[in-house]
């Protein structure tokens, strides 16, 4: 069975400082992984995936992601967090063709920016 | 991409009744489903909401209780059955789409059963 991970219920980071939101997953084949952000009474908005090719992916509002199979991790970063960041950041693992949009999600992590 | 729209956005029901939430697409889609996340939880998939065919549901999740319509490619129904507060939740509608399989979520009915 897949399974994701979010070690860090909560995370609080001045602004301008750097962010890694840590995701680990568990899955039989190749994952299909996402980030998702979901700001305080919005839906979930997809922040960037990844599929397969080059580990480190580009998504979203100056998001990035390395997948790293060796470690079964998909660590969300940003260089530099800005005060619209806070939010609830959600990963996922799923799966391509029959089983695309069946994923299985993290508990969350909750991202409070500091002035 | 997909945009989704969901009604209503948020209800407040009494112990015991129903409600009926809609789910609608802008484009045609094969694969749609519909999530719940709980209060200060993560998501959970409820179903498969099939076309043509009665829904697949994930375990912990029974046709009496979350009975599911989706009568063409861009519209589904799921309706929460006999309300107790423990329904209490968002429910989101999910489809699948584009040549990548990129999952797009709806903005979430929010639902408070008292």
């Known amino acids: 069975a897949q399974s994701v991970t979010q070690p860090d219920i909560h995370i609080t980071v001045s602004e301008g400082a750097s962010l890694e939101l840590r995701c680990n997953y568990s899955?039989?084949?190749?994952?299909?992984l996402f980030w998702y952000v979901q700001s305080p009474g919005q839906g979930l908005q997809l922040l960037l995936k990844?599929?397969?090719?080059?580990?480190l992916v580009q998504g979203i509002k100056g998001f990035e992601a390395e997948f790293k199979r060796s470690q079964s991790s998909f660590n969300l970063r940003k260089p530099s967090v800005h005060w619209s960041d806070a939010a609830e950041y959600f990963c996922?693992?799923?799966?391509?063709?029959?089983?695309?949009?069946?994923?299985?999600f993290g508990d969350g992590t909750t991202l409070t920016v500091k002035p | 991409s997909a945009v989704i729209s969901q009604k209503p956005s948020r209800d407040i029901c009494q112990r015991g009744t129903s409600l009926t939430i809609q789910c609608q697409v802008d484009?045609?889609?094969?694969?749609m489903f519909w999530y719940r996340q709980q209060p200060g939880q993560s998501l959970t998939l409820i179903a498969t909401?099939?076309?043509?065919?009665?829904?697949?549901?994930e375990s912990g999740f029974v046709i009496d209780k979350f009975p599911i319509s989706r009568p063409n490619l861009t519209f589904s129904t799921l309706t929460v059955s006999n309300m107790s507060p423990e329904d209490s939740s968002i429910y989101l509608c999910?489809?699948?789409?584009?040549?990548?399989?990129?999952?797009?979520f709806g903005p979430g009915t929010r639902l408070t059963v008292l």
């Open positions: 990844y599929f397969s090719g080059d580990t």
């Open positions: 899955y039989g084949a190749t994952p299909y």
């Open positions: 999910s489809v699948v789409a584009g040549s990548t399989d990129t999952q797009y």
């Open positions: 484009s045609q889609v094969t694969m």
């Open positions: 996922a693992v799923g799966a391509a063709g029959t089983n695309a949009g069946k994923s299985t």
């Open positions: 909401a099939n076309q043509g065919s009665e829904a697949t549901y």
